[in-house]
T-cell receptor, first 113, second 109 residues
Framework: EAGVTQFPSHSVIEKGQTVTLRCDPI?????LYWYRRVMGKEIKFLLH????????ESGMPNNRFLAERTGGTYSTLKVQPAELEDSGVYFC???????????FGPGTRLTVL | GQQLNQSPQSMFIQEGEDVSMNCTSS?????WLWYKQEPGEGPVLLIA?????ELTSNGRLTAQFGITRKDSFLNISASIPSDVGIYFC?????????FGAGTTVTVRA
């Protein structure tokens, strides 16, 4: 089966601009997660969807970040306006219902200048 | 989030050596997972552990879920050059993964 895919693989934007990241989970995986790794730090949880519903967004840094999963398939994560500290690698993961094993995509490396 | 302490931070290995790394936490987890990340890719799941005391193998990899549910270790036996990468432990609670900072494994020339 195809793995989790993410687009774009890299994005370089200027402070104040908007960026939208996309994640396509593994087919049949109702659970979708966003994580982030900033330079030198550990990978941190951002939020969790079950189908189209946000179950937990306790890790979202602030209201400049907006995640959506319309239709319960792919998800987008928008950063508006981007700040320098938003730079890092954004990972998406998915899992089957009732399974704790999460499968990760390749990540999107975001650089804010 | 819940804090995981992963050690060592980095290690140099020679082909054929056994490698060991571990994670500890002040929090209890219901599942421990070990991932490996290579450059330009996302973390790839190596082993998942579901029960306290569980010892699980996957080829040359062996991992254990600590009896207190607050720790786990990963062993790699007879290392080969393709074992290089960053290894992450992760504890699972409430659908969230909490990650260690990673152990970077490099082959010693």
């Amino acid at each position: 089966e195809a793995g989790v895919t993410q687009f774009p693989s890299h994005s370089v934007i200027e402070k104040g601009q908007t960026v939208t990241l996309r994640c396509d989970p593994i087919s049949g995986h109702d659970n979708l997660y966003w994580y982030r790794r900033v330079m030198g730090k550990e990978i941190k949880f951002l939020l969790h969807f079950v189908k189209e519903s946000k179950q937990d967004e306790s890790g979202m840094p602030n209201n400049r970040f907006l995640a959506e999963r319309t239709g319960g398939t792919y998800s987008t994560l928008k950063v508006q306006p981007a700040e320098l500290e938003d730079s890092g690698v954004y990972f998406c993961a998915s899992s089957r219902p009732e399974y704790n094993e999460q499968f990760f995509g390749p990540g999107t490396r975001l650089t804010v200048l | 989030g819940q804090q995981l302490n992963q050690s060592p931070q980095s290690m140099f290995i020679q082909e054929g050596e056994d490698v060991s790394m571990n994670c500890t936490s002040s929090s209890i987890f219901n599942t421990w997972l070990w991932y490996k990340q290579e450059p330009g890719e996302g973390p790839v799941l190596l082993i998942a552990l579901y029960k306290a005391g569980e010892l699980t193998s996957n080829g040359r990899l062996t991992a254990q879920f600590g009896i207190t549910r607050k720790d786990s270790f990963l062993n790699i036996s007879a290392s080969i050059p393709s074992d290089v990468g960053i290894y992450f432990c992760a504890g699972h609670n409430d659908y969230k993964l909490s990650f260690g900072a990673g152990t970077t494994v490099t082959v010693r020339a």
